[in-house]
């Protein structure tokens, strides 16, 4: 079974351009988190799905990111414009759902490095 | 609000020397308890939780965490450990009652095994 899939594994751009990550997570995995880490500190919730609808988007920094999770796949998160602390490591992870008390493990996916100079 | 402190941000260790990763964790609820390990180029995978029952939980590769309510502490511990230990270790918790709750990382711990 393929695990938790993301692209491109690297990306660098400059302030003010746009770039959009995507996340591939485990098949029939209903919960979709994305989650970042800013150099040297910790990882970061940013917003987490349940099939197709956001259940709590609470951690995302501001209106310039945008996520979507079409059809309840794969999903898709743009930063438009980036800025340069927008720099990190992007995490996405899936778990299955379903199970009592939220005791699905998450799967994390490789994470994207982001650089925005 | 949950937050999870990692006191030790890297901890060098010589080969089959034993070594300890300290969690502790603040929360106004009942928490489920994680650790994550990094290897280099890889993404997180989970090495062990803690749900519910015996506060000693054990991963397939020789690590150990004990829960420990009364001090808030979730530590991660290996008698002996491996050049392929070396890792970056995060601890997490997410809220016991609410249900596919986001985690609560902390810093993470980076330990260099030396041979």
């Known amino acids: 079974e393929a695990g938790v899939t993301q692209f491109p594994s690297h990306s660098v751009i400059e302030k003010g351009q746009t770039v959009t990550l995507r996340c591939d997570p485990i098949s029939g995995h209903d919960n979709l988190y994305w989650y970042r880490r800013v150099m040297g500190k910790e990882i970061k919730f940013l917003l987490h799905f349940v099939k197709e609808s956001k259940q709590d988007e609470s951690g995302m920094p501001n209106n310039r990111f945008l996520a979507e999770r079409t059809g309840g796949t794969y999903s898709t998160l743009k930063v438009q414009p980036a800025e340069l602390e927008d720099s990190g490591v992007y995490f996405c992870?899936?778990?299955?759902?379903?199970?009592?008390?939220?005791?699905?493990?998450?799967?994390f996916g490789p994470g994207t490095r982001l650089t925005v100079l | 609000a949950q937050s999870v402190t990692q006191l030790d941000s890297q901890v060098p260790v010589f080969e089959e020397a034993p070594v300890e990763l300290r969690c502790n964790y603040s929360s106004s609820v009942s928490v489920y308890l994680f650790w994550y390990v990094q290897y280099p180029n890889q993404g997180l995978q989970l090495l062990l939780k803690?749900?519910?029952?015996?506060?000693l939980v054990e991963s397939i590769n020789g690590f150990e965490a004990e829960f420990n309510k009364s001090q808030t502490s979730f530590h991660l511990r290996k008698p002996s450990v491996h050049i392929s230990d070396t890792a970056e270790y995060f601890c997490?918790?997410?809220?016991?009652?609410?249900?596919?709750?986001?985690?609560?990382f902390g810093k993470g711990t980076r330990l260099s095994v030396i041979a």
């Open positions: 803690y749900l519910s029952g015996s506060t």
């Open positions: 992870a899936s778990s299955q759902g379903g199970t009592p008390l939220g005791t699905d493990t998450q799967y």
């Open positions: 997490a918790v997410s809220d016991h009652w609410a249900g596919n709750t986001p985690l609560v």
